[in-house]
């Protein structure tokens, strides 16, 4: 959904360095959002649409809005927030919020009645937290409405919340002298910050960035029921994290064991292909196990494109080369072995079919290499809501949304999917399966509720 850093630093003589601390934390994490990012150090803050800029613009974007302090907070986003509650305060979310109706209700909604839901519980913490003094009320508060991480400014302090399921994962990085302390979306900044130690910050924690005393965990309030979001286990969470003691990589590549499993026995393949690249330890463990029982595939690399997500609305040069060559020649930059392809059936491993373009666009590709049968293994469940799983693509037509409450197996769905998108067949991964290869009980992910009900035959 997004990704989210705050930064405090201690020492008086790196007062100017924090904003760059920052921004290369943002950078390591712009595979959670870089359609837009917002920089915000104490008082002053600098925004724009696009990549999170380099050195040289960065240099200039210090000077020019004086983004000079202790502490600051960085955002990252898939899409530029429509919500005036990201203009009015500083805030990073990394999540959703729930349950906002009757907010105008609550009796210290003040001045805030009219805005939007945001903004609302900005207020209303600010005054449990602050004015009141009340902890345990703010963060109750906080957890009723926010499914993931909230990092915000309050009278001039950093307040970071993670909500009390552990439904998105929160870190906190300190060095041995315990005055630099990064809190981020994901630990995979341990990689290059290696003079800093990670650990999780607790579901139900609120820790205050104190310059003084470091972080100081305000209260704890641990949920009996985790609800976790299984998209950071697909795509959201870089390959090198460590989520809930687990790595990230291990967990995709078993996520296409199990399919593999389960699903060997209903096709013959020859090749299995990853596509698009975060597919590629799913691609991995669905091929090491599917050659087990099946002697004559082959584990490659069959399917090669650029580096870059093309259905990202945001677009960069190497996407804008990518689009332009598409609507001029018909061709992308996507690339087939035609050699490892002719004449033969085909597997072809996607993350998620949302919109379907692009599986559709493999597809193409691939019969026009000579593919004689292309099999289309899907790592998540049908995709039926963009904003509850992590993608911007939330006001955009989804494939599989149209049947919803119409079809009551996944066997159903894959044979209108797999005609819809021009496939010899589709298989969607169900939640039990999921669950499965991550290692977590199946109703301690989340899923939307016609989802999490839904089956094989």
């Known amino acids: 959904m997004a990704g989210i850093v705050a930064v405090s630093d201690a020492e008086t003589r790196r007062a100017k360095n924090v904003v760059y601390i920052l921004a290369h934390c943002m950078r ?34 210090v000077n020019e809005h004086k983004l000079t302090g202790y502490d600051g907070i960085g955002f990252l986003s898939k899409r530029r927030p429509e919500s005036s509650g990201f203009r009015h305060s500083q805030i990073a979310l990394d999540g959703f919020l729930v349950d906002t109706e009757k907010l105008y209700l609550h009796p210290m909604i003040g001045g805030a009645r009219d805005s939007d839901p945001l903004y609302q519980i900005y207020c209303i913490f600010k005054i449990l937290l602050t004015k009141n003094r009340d902890p345990p009320k703010a963060t109750d508060f906080l957890d009723r409405h926010l499914r993931g991480n909230m990092l915000v400014r309050v009278d001039g302090n950093i307040y970071a919340y993670r909500n009390s399921t552990g439904f998105k994962p929160l870190v906190l990085g300190s060095n041995k002298k315990g005055t630099l302390h990064v809190i981020a979306s994901e630990n995979s900044l341990r990689i290059s910050l290696r003079d800093l130690t990670f650990r999780d910050v607790a579901p139900g924690e609120l820790l205050k960035l104190d310059r003084k005393s470091g972080p100081i965990t305000l209260t704890t309030q641990i949920s009996p029921n985790m609800v976790v979001d299984p998209f950071e286990f697909i795509r959201e969470s870089n390959a090198a994290s460590i989520v809930n003691g687990k790595s990230i990589y291990e967990i995709r590549k078993n996520i296409g064991r199990e399919q593999s499993k389960f699903l060997s026995g209903r096709f013959q393949i020859e090749s299995a292909f990853a596509e698009p690249d975060y597919t590629r330890p799913m691609g991995l ?110 006001h955009r037509d989804f494939v599989a949304n149209k049947y919803v409450g119409k079809v009551s197996s996944i066997d159903e769905i894959n044979g209108l999917i797999s005609h819809e998108i021009g496939a010899d067949r589709v298989y969607y991964n169900s939640p039990t399966s999921l669950a499965r290869a991550v290692g977590i009980a199946e109703v301690n992910l989340w899923f939307p509720e016609w989802i999490r009900f839904l089956e094989y035959q």
Request: no cysteine; charged share 25%.
């Open 28 to 61: 390591m994490l712009q595979h959670r959002g870089k359609a837009y990012w917002k920089i915000m150090v104490e008082k002053n803050v600098a925004e724009g649409d696009g990549p999170l800029p380099y050195e040289e613009k960065i240099f200039r974007i």
């Open 285 to 394: 463990g669905f091929s090491l196990e599917y050659q087990k029982n099946h002697k004559m595939f082959e584990i490659g690399e069959g399917v090669i494109k650029d580096r870059y997500d093309d259905s990202d609305h945001m677009i960069d040069f190497s996407e804008e080369v990518s689009k332009y060559k598409l609507l001029t020649t018909s061709k992308s930059l996507k690339f087939v072995v035609e050699n490892l392809v002719s004449d033969k059936s085909i597997g072809t491993i996607q993350g998620t079919i949302q919109t379907g373009a692009t599986v559709k666009e493999t597809i193409y590709y691939l019969k026009k290499a000579g593919a004689k049968q292309i099999i289309v293994v899907v790592s998540y469940p049908p995709t039926i809501d963009g904003r509850q799983v992590g993608l911007y693509t939330q």
